[in-house]
C-alpha cells in the first residue's frame, strides 16, 4: 500500500467519540459478557489498545479485569 492510499483510508475512517460502555451506561464490564469481551480481544486473545477500542481509561481498565477474570475461568483463552 502506497502512501497516498493510506492516508485517505486513515481520513475515511471514522471512530466513535463515546466508548461503547459509557455509551450503554455500564458501570463495570462483566466477566461473563463474553460477546463484548471477544470484541476487544484480537484473535491471538490480547486485548486491543484503548485507541483501537475506543474505550476511555475506566472501562479500559475494567475490561481488563474482566478479561482476566473470564481467562482465570476458562471462558476466554489465555493465547490462541
Ligand atoms: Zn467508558
Known amino acids: 500500500m502506497n502512501y497516498e492510499k493510506r492516508t485517505t ?6 471512530y466513535s467519540k463515546k ?3 459509557c455509551k450503554m ?3 463495570e464490564v462483566d466477566y461473563k459478557d463474553l460477546a463484548n469481551l471477544q470484541k476487544l480481544a484480537g484473535s491471538q ?21 474482566a478479561l482476566k477474570r473470564a481467562r482465570f475461568l476458562a471462558l476466554l483463552p489465555f493465547s490462541d
Open 25 to 27: 451506561s455500564i458501570k
Open 9 to 14: 483510508l486513515k481520513r475515511l475512517t471514522r
Open 45 to 65: 486473545g490480547r486485548l486491543f489498545s484503548r485507541k483501537r477500542s475506543g474505550n476511555c481509561a475506566t472501562h479500559q481498565r475494567s475490561t481488563k479485569r
Open 19 to 21: 466508548c461503547r460502555f
